[in-house]
């Protein structure tokens, strides 16, 4: 059945190394929207494509996290350098239609810590 | 102050009762969401509604445009129901309450 991966599902660095993150959205989707959560802040969206252009990044540190798609089948979330305030668990999600927010299928996680 | 509010906070049923989780919020929406986690952290989009009432399965929820306040409601709760429950709402910004803790004891 269709359904949103994400890789790696775990991942532990250390402070000032890159992480990167991946995430498959279901195919034929088109939007695509990455969110962070922590026990402080909840979830958190960190920014949304739509047809593979970036619709709104305003969540995102902008001085050390990037996200792109590369294709409509990839897109990738990167911390340059990491902290361990940015220990969290990224999700991705997918899902279709024009407006904002039409209904989404979330992947499972992938959880990073930041020694 | 936070845009969305939820409450409860967390919440302990006996299998069997009615559940409500209460989502109020302060800001211009165009669609009210909840979602929901379980223990092993994976999150499902359970409704999506801009108004009236959407039901499915023993969940249903219900929004108050007029005033800014939507329900989710679980009949005939059972353990596997037990999870967090997250309301956004999303306009010109994303705005997420910070969960309701559901535990449906057998």
């Known amino acids: 059945d269709a359904r949103v991966t994400q890789t790696p599902r775990h991942k532990v660095t250390e402070m000032g190394q890159e992480v990167t993150m991946r995430c498959q959205p279901i195919?034929?989707?088109?939007?695509v929207f990455w969110y962070r959560q922590t026990m402080m802040q909840g979830l958190e969206l960190l920014a949304y494509?739509?047809?593979?252009?970036?619709?709104?990044d305003s969540g995102m540190p902008k001085d050390r996290f990037s996200a792109e798609m590369p294709d409509a089948t990839l897109a990738t979330l990167k911390i340059q350098p990491s902290e361990p305030r940015d220990s969290a668990v990224y999700f991705c999600?997918?899902?279709?239609?024009?407006?904002?927010?039409?209904?989404?299928?979330f992947g499972p996680g992938t959880r990073l810590t930041v020694l | 102050k936070n845009e969305v509010e939820q409450s409860p906070q967390n919440l302990t049923a006996q299998e069997g009762e009615f559940i409500t989780i209460n989502c109020s919020y302060s800001?211009?929406?165009?669609?009210l969401h909840w979602l929901q986690q379980h223990p092993g952290g994976g999150i499902v989009s359970l409704f999506m509604?801009?108004?009236g009432k959407k039901k499915h399965g023993r969940l249903i929820a219900t929004i108050n445009i007029q005033e800014k306040h939507s329900s989710l409601h679980i009949t005939a709760s059972h353990p596997r129901d037990s999870a967090v429950y997250i309301c956004?709402?999303?306009?010109?910004?994303?705005?997420f309450g910070t969960g309701t803790s559901l535990t449906v004891i057998p």
């Open positions: 956004a709402a999303t306009g010109n910004q994303f705005y």
């Open positions: 494509f739509r047809n593979r252009a970036p619709l709104d």
């Open positions: 999600a997918s899902g279709f239609g024009g407006s904002t927010w039409n209904e989404q299928f």
């Open positions: 509604l801009s108004s």
């Open positions: 195919l034929g989707h088109n939007t």
């Open positions: 800001v211009g929406i165009s669609a």
